[in-house]
């Protein structure tokens, strides 16, 4: 109920954040901490420490079991190429870090999918939005947007195994108001 509480509070007096000024405004955020002196920008971890991250989703390459990408619920999406004994963080610059469903695409592995919002709330965590869609057909350096910004949350992303081009997504839209996004 206190999660609920604080949203409405946020989006006040119309009990909606309009995702599309969501994502503009994180664009603008991203845009103006390059812009920053890069003494402004060094971070200093304060805490919490007592708290795990969650992981959302799990996509392992057919061809290479070492290889592997987790989703967390809000740290973004995470490689190992060695079975899990070292990660590199691959969303760090992404105007969202939650993610709800990350999957390689079974016709080309090398094609990496995101669907960002996490949509496990409850038990005193709140489930973060995200901003739609993303692609990475490159190595996971760069991302494409692909729509869905609207959804706010994606559970899951499944590519077709005959179609890389059809892709579906289960996505959850606004937690605490109605919307056709579902």
Do not use: C
Not at 43 to 69: F, S
């Amino acid at each position: 109920m206190e999660i609920a509480l604080k949203f409405l509070q946020r989006a006040y007096p119309d009990r909606e954040i309009d995702p599309r000024a969501r994502l503009r405004a994180a664009t603008q955020a991203q845009a103006l901490a390059f812009e920053a002196p890069a003494d402004l920008r060094r971070w200093k971890l304060v805490g919490p420490t007592n708290i795990g991250g969650r992981v959302t989703d799990l996509a392992v390459h057919p061809g290479n079991p070492d290889l592997y990408y987790i989703a967390t619920a809000d740290g973004g999406v995470f490689k190992t190429t060695d079975d899990g004994g070292s990660w590199r963080p691959l969303l760090d610059h992404a105007a969202s870090l939650a993610v709800g469903s990350v999957t390689l695409d079974p016709t080309d592995p090398a094609v990496l999918w995101v669907g960002t919002g996490e949509v496990n709330p409850g038990g005193g965590s709140a489930a973060f939005p995200g901003i739609g869609m993303l692609r990475s057909i490159d190595g996971r350096e760069h991302w494409q947007h692909r729509g869905l910004a609207a959804t706010r949350h994606i559970g899951r992303v499944v590519v077709d195994a005959h179609n890389g081009d059809r892709v579906f997504a289960a996505a959850m839209g606004a937690l605490y108001s109605s919307n056709p996004e579902r």
